[in-house]
Nanobody, 121 residues
Framework: QVQLVESGGGLVQAGGSLRLSCAAS????????MRWYRQAPGNQRDLVAA???????NYVDSVKGRFTISRDNAKNTVYLQMNSLKPEDTAVYYC???????????????WGQGTQVTVSS
């Protein structure tokens, strides 16, 4: 089994910052892409940022210049640094990782439990 554990969510005022972390554990051989999604009440789950195994990144337009995704391969951990937060950033943020388990030759998607981010005006 592979488990993704998220942390760092909370309540912050507009203009503030938060740093989310997601650590993968289990019988892991390698991790390909790692991603952050978010879902507000009544909305679908949308991709926010992604980072490839080699470090290349992609962001949704609404967070460019404010959010930074990074990873520490030695720790099997992905981060999302969120600056200049806006009320419209309020959502549950989910970690996703494409993982090859030890003893297998294929990749599966795994999800974290989600962490709440609330930005007040």
């Amino acid at each position: 089994q592979v488990q993704l554990v998220e942390s760092g969510g909370g309540l912050v005022q507009a203009g503030g910052s938060l740093r989310l972390s997601c650590a993968a554990s289990g019988t892991i051989f390698s991790i390909n892409a790692m991603r952050w999604y978010r879902q507000a009440p009544g909305n679908q789950r949308d991709l926010v940022a992604a980072i490839a195994s080699g470090g290349s990144t992609n962001y949704v337009d609404s967070v460019k210049g404010r959010f930074t995704i990074s990873r520490d391969n030695a720790k099997n951990t992905v981060y999302l640094q969120m600056n200049s937060l806006k009320p419209e950033d309020t959502a549950v943020y989910y970690c996703n990782a494409v993982v090859r388990r030890s003893g297998t030759s294929y990749y599966n998607n795994y999800w974290g439990q989600g962490t709440q981010v609330t930005v007040s005006s």
